[in-house]
């Protein structure tokens, strides 16, 4: 790491190297990862707004600055002035505490994700980094269980209850979709995961039932649409954030939003083929964008960006396209169908890994 | 490298908060949380074994300890809410049917 | 020597700090009056355990800590006591004889692991983490001649880096049958908290329900139904 920056290196030289490297650098990476992932989910929320007006053949924000492009902006400082309401009634230390437990995990996964050509833009590259994953997303339904409860609202409460339902049920899949991809590179570090599929194909092709898995399952994970029933205005209110306003709704419309950008930067990493386009190990791989220098690192971070601002548009897309499931149709899907297709999924790859190995050997 | 007593003495530590939470709540959700409690301690107790001896039984241990906290946790909530339905409490002394 | 946790002085902190904040917790679970508050220190005093299993070198054991006990048991009990009534919390009297019982024997049980823990080695640990980080795998392969008679066997050793193949490796041979035997407790574990937990509906209840959840109409004709087509 210090020999690429040895000029912002040598401003470290008191400082032993393996503070340098394990903990200084990977604070200053993380740093600049969380400003402009920051950037990035504020303006993922205007884009939403725009793309589904063109969706729905309306203009959407178009006011704050040239075609509406400062409403991100403006949208966070009006949050940051509303009055903040704590309803009579309402679990004070849990109410104020909720917001918060959603967007620790929702943040804390990018430490864990590699952005582009390692080492320089994957912040650290843990060997157990996909299970870790999978551990701290697993605790952002906290927030959403507890918001629900501290509010003293039925309908909070329902949202919240829905909430965890559905997390914890399509938890299953989500993570039962990504064994294919392991039995395939052996290995739970992304950055061997991309480098795997630059040698051969993108996952998509020999785990395209995986992929699609995967796809519904973190669609749901987010709940959002057609799987937003913690929110469904319809028949909740707004679900778990009924009582929310002004910056604690923000925190939660956040680790929404970063939430979403996490798993569309999983499902690149994991099926897609993450920062490399590349077929059997040619075209621009990994090993490419390094001897070319800070050029393709960066295209290696473009591509890695074009890959996953399609998974975010994905989103919006479905929002625009699906009508929303029922509760027990909901449940009836991740149960009946995704578990159960997971896992013959699981089977087959095993089965076919086995042969291939066997024949070939 | 941090010794490993200091691990079996934080282990022994959260043991017995885990005991004494046990014997002193009354609320039967309560119970159940200090029993995970004490099983984490045993989970710590083993990885620190693990480490002290260099073997990876001791992790093999702690997943099964966790596949039996799972599954207790689910078996023993489900009585929890069955209690909840005819009792309409989760006191533990209010379950005293089949005491004598 | 790489590894930021081998620092003498990191690590010393991240056990002390990590500790206490378990510890605090952990009495905290035990006196909360609110059960929802009791779950979140539990989930607290998980994440710390967590961190120290990671500082002793078993990644895959922490993230599994987290997964299984943050992801899973934790969301378990704050739904089972969402879905009971808070309001009937029993009324807990704190200096009981009882509970003063509990107390002194929780401090008398730590007392005495603590005077046996006390009595064993109190110096560094004999084996560095890298041996939980790394293990050998020994492949054997039989050499056979055309009689079809094993000459010899030939062995292949492989240092595995990563604690996650390591552990596979001793889950899916040393501890196969074990491992079978805890897949089918779980699945008991299963039927019987559906069994137990399962709530048997009156006939008025069961009128209540609409003909669509209770799949007395299919989807296709429900939708028949409301479109009017």
């Known amino acids: 790491m210090s020999a690429t920056l040895p000029v912002v290196a040598s401003l470290f030289g008191s400082i032993p190297e393996p503070m340098v490297q394990w903990v200084v650098w990977p604070t200053i990476k993380f740093v600049i990862a969380f400003a402009i992932i920051m950037g990035i989910v504020a303006f993922t929320t205007l884009v939403e707004r725009r793309v589904l007006g063109f969706m729905q053949a309306r203009l959407g924000p178009n006011r704050v600055g040239p075609q509406g492009i400062l409403q991100f902006v403006a949208d966070p400082i009006k949050l940051l002035l509303k009055e903040d309401i704590v309803p009579a009634g309402a679990q004070k230390a849990a109410y104020f505490i909720a917001p918060m437990l959603p967007i620790i995990p929702a943040f804390l996964v990018f430490c864990l994700i590699p952005f582009g050509p390692p080492p320089t833009f994957a912040i650290t590259d843990v060997n157990v980094g996909l299970l870790l994953i999978l551990a701290l997303t697993s605790t952002g339904v906290y927030g959403i269980i507890l918001g629900g409860w501290a509010s003293n609202n039925k309908f909070s409460l329902l949202g919240g209850l829905r909430s965890a339902a559905q997390m914890v049920s399509y938890e299953v899949p989500f993570g039962l979709s990504i064994v294919g991809v392991l039995m395939l590179s052996g290995s739970l570090s992304l950055v061997e995961i991309v480098h795997r599929q630059e040698l051969g194909v993108w996952n998509v092709l020999p785990q395209l039932v995986g992929c699609f898995i995967f796809l519904v399952a973190m669609t749901a994970e987010v709940n959002r649409a057609p799987f937003d029933l913690p929110e469904a205005e319809s028949e909740l209110v707004a679900g778990f954030h009924t009582e929310y306003s002004g910056m604690k709704f923000a925190f939660f419309f956040l680790a929404e939003y970063a939430s979403m950008l996490v798993n569309a930067c999983l499902i690149v990493i994991l099926f897609f083929g993450g920062w490399t386009l590349a077929i059997a190990g040619k075209g621009l791989t990994t090993e490419t964008m390094q001897t070319m220098g800070w050029l393709g690192l960066s295209l290696g971070f473009l591509i890695f960006a074009a890959k996953v601002a399609f998974f975010m548009i994905l989103y919006i897309w479905f929002r625009g396209t699906f009508p929303r499931y029922r509760f027990d149709q909901l449940m009836e899907l991740g149960w009946k169908w995704m578990i159960p297709l997971a896992l013959v999924n699981i089977v087959v790859t095993g089965i076919v890994i086995l042969l291939v190995r066997n024949g070939g050997a | ?100 | 020597m790489t590894d930021p946790l081998m620092l003498t002085g990191v690590s010393l902190a991240l056990f002390v700090i990590v500790g206490a904040i378990a510890v605090a917790s952990s009495i905290l679970v035990v006196s909360m009056r609110n059960p929802v508050h009791s779950a979140l220190f539990l989930l607290l005093t998980f994440l710390c355990v967590a961190i120290l299993f990671v500082s002793m070198g078993a990644e895959f054991v922490g993230a599994v800590q987290v997964l299984v006990y943050a992801g899973g048991i934790m969301v378990l009990f704050l739904f089972v006591v969402m879905l009971i009534n808070v309001k009937a919390l029993p009324k807990e009297k704190v200096f009981t004889a009882t509970s003063m019982m509990g107390v002194l024997m929780g401090v008398l049980l730590f007392i005495i692991l603590a005077i046996i823990l006390a009595s064993g080695t109190w110096a560094p640990a004999v084996n560095a983490p890298e041996n939980l980080r790394t293990a050998v795998v020994v492949k054997t392969t039989p050499v056979v001649d055309a009689g079809g008679a094993t000459i010899q066997t030939e062995t292949v050793t492989r240092d595995v880096v990563g604690n996650a193949e390591a552990v596979g490796m001793a889950l899916y041979r040393d501890y196969l049958v074990p491992f079978e035997v805890a897949s089918l407790f779980l699945l008991v574990a299963m039927v019987g908290a559906i069994v137990i937990g399962k709530r048997e509906l009156d006939a008025s209840e069961e009128e209540a329900i609409p003909e669509f959840i209770a799949k007395k109409v299919s989807d296709e004709d429900r939708l028949k139904e409301v479109t009017g087509a």
């Open chain 2, 1 to 100: 490298m941090i010794p490993t007593s200091w691990f079996l003495i934080l282990g022994a530590i959260l043991f017995s908060l885990g005991v004494l939470g046990v014997l002193t709540r009354r609320n039967g959700i309560t119970i159940f949380m200090s029993i995970e409690l004490m099983v984490n301690a045993v989970n710590l107790t083993f990885i620190a074994y693990a480490r002290e001896l260099g073997s990876l039984h001791g992790l093999m241990w702690v997943f099964f300890i966790m596949a039996v906290a799972a599954a207790e946790a689910a078996v023993g909530l489900a009585i929890f809410i069955a209690l909840y339905r005819h009792r309409e409490t989760i006191d533990v002394d209010e379950a005293n049917l089949m005491h004598w």
